[in-house]
């Protein structure tokens, strides 16, 4: 898998912590996390989940069992 170039830092960063956040890549078929202070490591998933969980997020459901 190739990485991908695109990365791009949280709006939360801020002058003194510019190196500790979350960034963000994306491709047609994955999204890429990462933390700035250590790049090495990513996180790659599909977008559906990321939506899911953040579809969760905001309507106060995350954790709750499906019926």
């Given at each position: ?18 190196d ?48």
């Amino acid at each position: 898998m190739t990485t991908p170039d695109n990365w791009q830092k949280s709006s939360y960063s801020g002058p003194g912590d510019g190196d500790s956040c979350v960034e963000l890549a994306s491709t047609r078929a994955a999204l890429h996390l990462r933390e700035s202070d250590d790049p090495g490591i990513v996180l790659t998933t599909a977008p559906t989940p990321v939506g899911h969980l953040l579809q969760a997020i905001r309507t106060g459901t995350v954790g709750t069992p499906r019926t």
